[in-house]
């Protein structure tokens, strides 16, 4: 059997029976279909045999009302029983299998309309050759009228079997319909059950793969349906799985490159300090105190990291002034931006600027974005940063004229441990960005970057408002944006 495109690799392969579940499914769906038709077969037997029934005794009644009009005739060419001629009724009954009873208005038994009398003078009792076997099957019977008043009655007695042979038939097709809608029952049951578990065998089949070790193992049906949608979400999942395996492992190799250029830098400073190769200078201090620092930083950034992943469980959310935490947060940052020689613009919105937030993350976020903007841009270049909001959201926007971001590393910016190539240079350890992205994440908003066509990059937080603008305090009212600005400072004051 060849392997299917994505099929898991590992030795479990899907087995070709129902399994347990389609086991179970499969017997109570012919459970199902057998009551069913066997329910359906009694009731049309049943059903058949009443209407049989029926329809043969309307014959027999009306082959009654034959002969009794018959027997009427011969009673009024007679003028009474003793010499009427029933030989015509007689026939009657006979063609139609019957044994025929005459009795007179006394409700005597006649002896077959020959008129003769027993042994004692009276009327025969009809136990003759044709009384044989009378009241043996089913019955009809008839009055025998002559000019309006009855004269005497008819019996006809029919023999036990005359309605067997369409009962057999009946019977005889109504099985073999039971027969064939249960073959047909059971065949689409086993169908409909290998159509519902054979996903959810290949699902698990893939899942056992997937724990195996094989991660490009991958269920790949298409199934209509929630058995589809199942499917389609556990490839997702192990897709994610095999990214977040992926980000592991270059998670794993991107903290051993950072941590292992300072360490080495200061192992091979202490080891010459050490063996005397170089004396105990200021400079050669410092430059083994940086390393030290810079190892601290990685340290601590990969910490916030881990804290910012772990924010969701530890939020403590309350009703946040956006406008009011971004202004702390520029403040906050004032001394790192006039260091690296920026002039800083803030123009904000009308407060308060409501959002559900856990406000020392959130200011945490905005202090990352306005770090990494003194980190990246020139002195000299002027930062913006503004407040707004559409009837849905609240929006921070730090807008630099910077050098920009290439367009083929705008998609990576927020992934941890990336750095771009001005980044690289610059000595950063490509995990601020990452912590503003997890942080904005568990408060439910998003965070994007752009660069505009002449350089500088717009970095936008964008959080769900807690109420519509003007339902609260200052509704009906325009307040006109703060704009504050603060002179550059040149480099290193």
């Keep these: 059997m060849t392997r299917e495109p994505g099929a ?11 399994g347990p579940l389609g086991r179970r499914l499969f017997a109570a769906f012919a459970l199902v279909a057998l009551a069913s038709v066997a329910l359906l077969t009694t009731a049309a037997l049943v059903g058949t045999d009443r209407g049989l029934s029926s329809a043969h005794q309307a014959d027999r009644q009306r082959t009654a009302d034959r002969v009794a009009g018959a027997a009427a005739d011969a009673y009024r060419a007679a003028g009474d029983w003793s010499t009427a001629d029933l030989s015509a009724a007689r ?21 077959g309309g020959s008129g003769s009398r027993d042994e004692h003078g009276m009327p025969g009792s009809g136990q003759g050759q044709h009384g044989q076997g009378m009241g043996s099957g089913p019955g009809a019977n008839a009055l025998v009228m002559v000019d309006g008043r009855t004269v005497g009655s008819v019996h006809l007695a029919f023999s036990a079997g005359s309605a067997s042979a369409g009962l057999s038939v009946a019977w005889g097709w109504v099985a073999a319909a039971a027969a064939g809608a249960l073959a047909l029952a059971l065949a689409v049951s086993w169908f409909v059950t290998r159509r519902l578990t054979a996903p959810v065998v290949r699902v698990a089949v893939t899942a056992r793969a997937l724990a195996a070790g ?8 298409d199934a209509p349906g929630e058995l589809g949608d199942l499917a389609r979400a556990f490839d997702a999942m192990a897709d994610d799985v095999g990214h977040a395996e992926q980000a592991r492992h270059r998670l794993a190799a991107d903290v051993a490159h950072e941590l292992r250029t300072p360490l080495t830098s200061l192992q091979a400073g202490l080891e010459e300090l050490r063996d005397g190769y170089t004396e105990p200078a200021p400079d050669r201090l410092a430059s ?6 810079r190892l601290g930083r990685i340290v601590d950034d990969l910490g916030k990291l881990a804290e910012a992943e772990s924010a969701r469980l530890s939020l403590h959310l309350a009703e946040v002034d956006l406008t009011a935490l971004t202004e702390a947060a520029v403040a906050a940052r004032e001394a790192e931006l006039r260091t690296a020689g920026l002039t800083v613009r803030t123009v904000l919105g009308p407060a308060p600027l409501l959002v559900r937030a856990d406000a020392d993350w959130l200011h945490q976020a905005l202090g990352n974005l306005l770090s990494n903007t003194a980190r990246h ?21 730090v807008a630099d004229t910077g050098p920009g971001i290439p367009a083929d590393e705008l998609p990576h910016v927020f992934d941890r441990l990336w750095r771009g190539a001005r980044a690289r240079a610059g000595g950063g350890s490509g995990i601020g960005l990452a912590v503003v992205k997890e942080l904005v994440t ?26 519509p603008q003007g339902s609260r305090r200052g509704a009906g009212t325009v307040t006109e944006p703060r704009v504050t600005s603060q002179a550059n400072t040149p480099r290193g004051i």
């Design 288 to 293: 083994l105190h940086d390393q030290a620092l």
């Design 214 to 221: 094989d991660r490009s193992a991958r269920a790949r049906i």
């Design 91 to 111: 026939s009657l009954a006979a063609g139609a299998g019957a044994v025929l009873t005459v009795r007179n208005a006394d409700d005597e038994t006649l002896s």
């Design 8 to 18: 898991p690799r590992s030795g479990v392969r899907p087995s070709g029976g129902l």
């Design 377 to 397: 841009c020139r002195a000299g270049d002027t930062v913006t940063v503004t407040t707004s909001a559409t009837p849905t959201e609240a929006l921070v926007e």
């Design 442 to 467: 568990a408060h439910g908003g998003t965070v994007t970057a752009v660069c505009g066509p002449g350089g500088g990059t717009r970095m936008t937080l964008r959080l769900p408002r807690t109420a």
